[in-house]
């Protein structure tokens, strides 16, 4: 089974889980039966993205991958779309959104590609789709939502957490075709910035950016987890800090935490999810601590792209290759 995490901060995401309308038996999970906890290797490219990008979404494209939109240096969002071929170590503008976008999210569905809503000239509920050349606008969501994650799972998009200008967005939307959209459950910590993967019949939502009572912001450590079949949303764990800006990946049937951000402070932390805890156990480290990388799978492999050190006004043009390692 392959489940590819889709981030709001631009990762892509695809799985063959099953129809999520069914309800997932408890007793599993996607792991392998019989595998091993993995470790991640994470090295980092020789070559680089042809502009630095954050917050962008990256999905799968063949053998390589597509980045669509995100912020580009000086915290001005692109409509650039570039694809890349990693084999080649090489990528290429080709083509365009309708609409300059960051903080979106996106999804593979039906052959096109369709990145939701995201922050432009403000919060927008946009839904481009693009399968070459100038991407259109194809819908809107129920209402703007920026700073969003998305994951795949069969050929289901779930559209976790986000912002819609005023307040987070507990609710949790699902879509077949990238244009029309049903709630399905509601986080009870409704949050932004989150990285979002998909284990054993579950979303699960780590961390992310969240409300406070006096009207501020501040990162979170929950992790929830959301029963997309029966609308059962729960806070069952925690990460071992609070964390915003990180995203999620699944190989090797496991679910991978990477990078994100705690206040100012970047992250170079991968962590596994345990799912029977449930908790998050290490497995590895980022080349550089890092937040806000899109991330896409692409066969038994997964690309971190981009992201944020010190900000957003001066993205990374770096892809981190990673692979997972069984051992004890």
């Known amino acids: 089974l392959a489940v590819l995490a889709l981030l709001a901060a631009g990762c892509g995401s695809s799985s063959r889980a099953g129809s999520p309308a069914q309800p997932a038996a408890r007793s599993g999970s996607t792991t392998s039966v019989g595998a091993p906890p ?9 070559w680089r993205l ?15 991958f597509v980045i669509l ?3 580009a240096s000086g915290d001005v969002s692109t409509s650039r779309v570039v694809r ?9 503008v080709a083509g365009s959104l309708a609409l300059a976008v960051h903080d979106s999210a996106g999804a593979a569905l039906g052959g096109r590609d369709y990145v939701f809503g995201g922050g432009s000239y403000s919060t927008v509920s946009h839904v481009q ?14 209402s703007p939502r920026s700073d969003l994650t998305a994951i795949t799972v069969g050929s289901t998009a779930y559209i976790v957490g986000g912002f819609d200008g005023t307040r987070m967005d507990p609710e949790v939307l699902a ?4 244009t029309a959209f049903r709630t399905v459950a509601n986080l009870p910590i409704p949050v932004r910035y989150a990285a979002v993967g998909y284990e054993g019949g579950d979303v699960w939502v780590f961390g992310g950016v969240t409300s406070t009572s006096e009207g501020g912001t501040l990162e979170t450590s929950a992790i ?4 997309p079949a029966t609308g059962q949303a729960s806070v069952v764990g925690h990460l071992p800090q609070e964390m915003g800006h990180a995203t999620a990946v699944t190989l090797n049937g496991q679910v991978f935490v990477l990078g994100g951000r705690s206040g100012s402070t970047p992250s170079a932390a991968i962590l596994r999810l345990d799912p029977a805890g449930p908790s998050v156990q290490p497995a590895g480290t980022l080349p550089q601590a890092l937040s806000d990388a899109g991330t896409v799978v692409v066969g038994d492999q997964a690309y971190l ?12 043009d770096t892809v981190v290759v990673l692979k997972a390692a069984t051992g004890p």
Not at 129 to 142: D, F, K, N, R, Y
Not at 305 to 316: D, F, I, Q
């Open 175 to 178: 879509s077949t075709d990238g």
């Open 129 to 142: 789709s693009w399968s070459g050349g100038q991407a259109s606008e194809v819908a809107h969501l129920p």
């Open 38 to 46: 993995a470790q991640l290797s994470a090295v980092q490219e020789p």
């Open 305 to 316: 792209v981009g992201g944020e050190v010190s900000g957003p006004t001066a993205p990374l």
């Open 84 to 92: 890349v071929d990693p084999a080649a170590g090489s990528g290429q």
């Open 69 to 71: 939109g995100g912020l």
């Open 224 to 227: 929830q987890r959301v029963d």
């Open 50 to 64: 042809p502009a630095p990008v954050s917050r962008p979404v990256v999905l799968p494209d063949g053998a390589g």
